[in-house]
């Protein structure tokens, strides 16, 4: 697995501060093999990998990981982010009949996938639902739908010899706006590859029936061809979304990851089985661990990362219940009041802590100029701050390329943390405070 193999390559490394861009380096080209074999695209995969490189470059290794670990929680995050950043509901808000057009390869679904959220709509979302084969390439696509239709109870487009794709669209559109019903659902013939005489038949079914939606169903299981059917389809049909196949199949789901790239459009659901009741909104955390079959990495890290949250918070509370306070501590805590929404958010819910106002003014560069300061102070000088006399701020602001303006504005800093620390634990203790948002 991904995580045996990245174990090989940071055995001897343990998590120590940021990444390096050989650490990340080393990792990625295991995370390229696994996606790889969960049958992502290659020119996917490639432009994905090279992305979270940049990514994980710099970013800082959660105590008790190992390096190979941290850049399996960044990857696993861009993939959840990239396959599940946008709504994914139907939207059917139109004039009655709203129209969804479904439209794939041959095989890849399209008639069972209609049937099953004609199902759902009917069932879940209380909708009139009427469906019309419009696949006239082969004999028997008509009667499948028909026979599918009766097995989910949703009404059929009557079936009539002799006429084209178009021809029944119209038919189907003029049926369903005068019998009310809420939506028409469209299943469309495909083929065996992409062509062009394909996408000239599912515009000219679009021209006519003005869908909603148009949703491209995939087998999850066309693999290195995803770029193929994305590319095909994407470029000449007007897609709304995309409908995963045979997830409860052997497929490790790089063709979710393909489809998204390549068309940009959200992957609305999944089908899970034959059954007309195999189908389910995409779950983009699940596909993410089944394509890096990685889930317990990354719950590890999860838990890594909270673990440290609690030991620095409960390190800090110690050390105020003695009254100690030092530059450290605030360095610490400057970063931890960012990961709970900035000092502000804290200072407004808690009325007469104003002082810690202009601590909530720090941002990302002024941060790393402090990370400067302090790392040219001497233990004793960030133990006990007020040592730091003249003399000291200027061979500190020399040290970390800052002003002597810049050390006093970090020393004021402290000054009014340590007052408001100290403010703080009469109201109940930081121990209080770390439980509230911890
Ligand atoms: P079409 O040619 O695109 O209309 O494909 P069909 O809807 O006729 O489906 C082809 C075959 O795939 C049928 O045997 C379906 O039962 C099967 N199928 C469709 N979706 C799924 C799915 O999500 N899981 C499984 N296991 N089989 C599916
Ligand atoms: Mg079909």
Known sequence: ?????????????????????????????????????????????????????????????????????????????????????????????????AVVMMVGL???????????????????????????????????????????????????????????????????????????????????AGRLHVDQQLMDEMNAIAAASKPAETLLVVDSLTGQDAVNVAKGFGAEVELSG???????????????????????????????????????????????????????????????????????????????EKGKFDLDDLALQIKQMQAMGGVGALAKMMPGMKGMKAAGDVDEKALTRLEAMMSSMTPGERAKPKIINAKRKIRIAKGSGTTVQDVNKLLKMHQQMESAMKKLKKMGGFGKLAAMFG
Request: charged share 30%; proline share 4%; net charge neutral.
């Open 106 to 188: 041959q095989g890849s679904g399209k008639t069972t996938t209609t049937a099953k959220l004609a199902k759902r709509l009917k069932e879940k979302d209380r909708k009139k639902v009427m469906m019309a084969s419009l696949d006239v390439a082969r004999p028997a696509a008509q009667e499948q739908l028909a026979v599918l239709g009766r097995q989910a109870g949703v009404d059929t487009l009557p079936i009539v010899a002799g006429q084209s794709p178009t021809d029944i669209a119209k038919r189907a559109l003029e049926s369903a706006r005068l019998q009310g019903y809420d939506v028409l659902m469209l299943d469309t």
């Open 242 to 320: 995309v409908i995963l196949t045979r997830m409860d199949g052997d497929a490790r789901g790089g063709a979710a990851l393909s489809m998204r790239k390549v068309t940009g459009k959200p992957i609305k659901f999944a089908g899970t089985g034959e059954g007309l009741d195999a189908i389910e909104p995409f779950h983009p955390d699940r596909v993410a661990g089944r394509i890096l079959g990685m889930g317990d990495v990354v719950s590890l890290v999860e838990k890594a990362a909270e673990t440290v949250k609690m030991e620095d918070a409960e390190r800090l509370a110690k050390k105020m």
């Open 1 to 97: 697995s991904l995580s045996d193999r990245l174990s090989g390559v940071f055995d001897k490394l343990r998590g120590r501060g940021a990444l390096s861009e050989t650490e990340v380096r080393a990792a990625m080209r295991e995370v390229r093999v696994a996606l790889l074999e969960a049958d992502v695209a290659l020119p996917v995969a490639r432009e994905f990998v090279e992305e979270v490189t940049e990514r994980a470059v710099g970013e800082e290794v959660v105590r008790s990981v190992t390096p190979g670990q941290m850049v399996v929680k960044i990857v696993n995050d861009a993939l959840v982010e990239l396959l599940g950043s946008t709504n994914a509901e139907l939207d059917l808000n139109t004039s009655p009949p």
